[in-house]
């Protein structure tokens, strides 16, 4: 059985293989036998290292039994069904036949499409963005369901080795080269929040007003410190509320609600920003009475659409978010007051954000 696309394998190192050369394994691309009677024996070889290779299914290469692109100028059998796809950021169109995947199909027309676990659907380095023609693609296999449950994928984010056409389609492929996949890398072997989902969270940022000329008539030490216990005062009310502070950003914190319990995040973020203010009006007193110079607090919290994912390298990687609801100007406290005094029922939770 000669074929027109080579084989992903992954090699042991210092184990022994028999690569098929007569074409008619039914084990592909290892021998089973069928050579016996014919004047073709297989090619034994001996893994150098642990890796995943290519190895020839066309029975032409020159580097026997690796690949060396020999099945690109075979051309494609007449009888087999083919479909055209795009390939991005390539700019490249390509023929798949119904029996081959994205991947295999990419990697026969010299389309450097990453993939570390050798196709075998483990990893997610082969993965593509479908631009159009998601309705050509066949169902996720259970190996792809899974990985996509984990890794929470979209509809239109597949895996090149798990996915086979029924017609055409235009895809991106998403890791591009070797950095890409390293970064990968890390990204899967984190949990699920390490990777971009686009979520509804209740962001709250808080920021001192005035707080410039107020530093410019102490010392240095003396900005920080007071900074310092500013913070763990704030952070303190963002936590008891179900918050987490996600970033300090001069004398700003920009803190979130519901990454981890979704019910109640706006409720519970105006209640922290409430009582933000009650914590900040006894702090006054102190620095009146350290420092004879006060200052005052600003807080605003957004509800909406964001993206949550891990950003950064090794250790300075954390979660952050990004979209409007972010970098829009949040409404104020008291906006958020009124509207849920409207809309809440219970006596209860209109005392928690109105004492």
């Known amino acids: 059985m000669n074929v027109k696309t080579p084989f ?32 073709h024996s297989p090619r034994k070889f001996t893994a150098q290292k642990t890796e995943t290779v290519y190895l020839c299914g066309c029975k032409k290469t020159s580097n026997s039994p690796f690949c060396d692109g020999t099945h690109n100028h075979l051309g494609l059998q007449t009888d087999e069904i083919t479909f055209t796809a795009l ?43 479908i631009l159009d023609g998601l309705e050509n693609c066949h169902p996720r296999s259970e190996l792809e369901e899974k990985l996509a449950q984990k890794l929470s994928f979209p509809p239109n984010i597949r895996l090149g080795c798990q996915t086979k056409l029924s017609g055409n389609v235009s895809f991106r492929r998403l890791l591009l080269d070797k950095r890409d996949a390293d970064l990968n890398n890390q990204i899967t072997e984190k949990k699920l929040e390490s990777v ?20 410019e008539s102490l010392s240095a030490y003396d900005v920080i410190f007071i900074l310092n216990r500013y913070f763990s005062i704030m952070r303190e009310v963002i ?40 914590e900040m009006d006894q702090f006054k007193s102190y620095l009146k009475q ?59 939770q209109l005392k928690i954000i109105s004492d």
Request: charged residues 25%; aromatic residues 8%; positive net charge.
């Open 8 to 39: 992903p394998v992954k090699l042991e190192a210092g184990s022994d293989y028999f690569w098929c050369s007569c074409g008619q394994s039914k084990q592909q691309p290892f021998c089973d036998g069928s050579h016996q009677g014919t004047q």
């Open 290 to 348: 350290a420092y004879g110079r006060d200052f005052d607090i600003r807080v605003g919290v957004h509800y909406g659409e964001v993206i949550s994912g891990s950003v950064g390298i090794g250790e300075d990687r954390k979660v952050t978010v990004i979209g409007d609801a972010v970098t829009k100007k949040p409404a104020p406290v008291y906006l958020f007051l009124k509207r849920y005094m409207i809309k809440l029922k219970k006596k209860s």
């Open 87 to 129: 390939v991005q950021p390539d700019n490249r169109e390509i023929d798949i036949t119904e029996e081959e995947s994205i991947l295999l199909a990419s990697l026969r027309n010299n389309i450097a499409h990453l993939s570390a676990c050798g196709g075998t659907g483990k990893c997610s380095t082969c993965r593509v963005e």
């Open 196 to 215: 971009g989902t686009i979520r509804n969270l209740t962001i709250l940022f808080c920021d001192i007003k005035g707080f410039t000329p107020f530093s």
């Open 239 to 278: 936590i008891r509320h179900g918050g987490e502070v996600n970033n300090y950003i001069g004398d700003a914190i920009l803190a979130i609600f519901g990454l981890k319990e979704s019910r109640q995040q706006s409720l519970r973020a105006v209640s922290a920003s409430v009582e933000m203010l009650k």
